[in-house]
């Protein structure tokens, strides 16, 4: 099975950087942003400084990395494409919040409300943050498997999942400022049931 190694090193990658990327948070959240320097990192995670930027090329990338799109593009393309647009796309935000936020992974919560209170508050990640969002509204456009040559499809596909990130953003900020201490995916649910209506949320999960 030629595949197997680099499979394994595949492994072996993204656990280093998720490794690398929890002490990063952690140490944002304790000493702050600014006051973090990526040697701080390195030592934090026991790994040499060039480790660290092989991984991340930058200190912002510390913060803005992430795997949740492919989280939520696995759920839309799971989803039934019969139905809407918005209840494929709002249902995976709903399941991707409770898998991020359920209980027994009070780690994984707390990373992802540092993470998040971090893109918020400090200026030199708010702007790329936006990248980040342009690239998850890209994932979940392919995932939702629409005829590329009909640019009606396109269009649709676009503002639907543009609109539902709208309400996931508003979701999030209102989670971070509650110090996570909201249910973020009724969070969602109520973001989503504000701009497409009830209906739309009681289809969600």
């Known amino acids: 099975m030629p595949d197997e190694p680099s499979t394994l090193r595949a ?13 990063a948070i952690q140490l944002f ?4 942003y600014d006051a ?29 990395v992430d795997q949740h799109g492919e989280l939520i593009a696995e759920r839309i393309a799971a989803s039934s494409p019969g139905r809407p ?3 494929r796309i709002g249902g995976a935000l ?16 707390r990373f992802l409300l540092v993470r ?10 708010r702007a790329k943050h936006l990248d980040n969002q342009y690239a998850l509204q890209q994932a979940i456009i392919d995932a939702l498997d629409g005829d590329a040559a009909d640019p009606d499809a396109a269009f649709q596909a676009q503002a ?3 609109a539902c990130l709208a309400a996931l953003h508003t979701a999030l900020v209102r989670w971070a400022a509650d110090d996570g201490r909201s249910d973020l995916p009724r969070l969602v649910e109520k ?3 504000a701009v497409f209506g009830d209906d739309v949320v009681g289809h969600a999960r």
Request: proline content about 4%.
């Open 29 to 32: 959240g304790e000493r702050g």
């Open 191 to 193: 973001a989503l049931a």
């Open 160 to 162: 639907a999942a543009s």
């Open 85 to 87: 647009l918005v209840r």
């Open 36 to 64: 973090t320097t990526m040697n701080d990192v390195a030592e934090a995670a026991g790994v040499s400084p060039m480790t660290v930027y092989r991984h991340f090329p930058t200190k912002e990338d510390l913060v803005l």
């Open 11 to 23: 492994r072996r990658r993204a656990q280093t950087q998720r490794a690398i990327q929890a002490h």
């Open 116 to 125: 998040l209170q971090l893109m918020i508050s400090t200026p030199a990640l």
């Open 94 to 109: 709903v399941e991707a919040a409770a898998a991020l936020t359920g209980d027994g992974l009070s780690a994984d919560r």
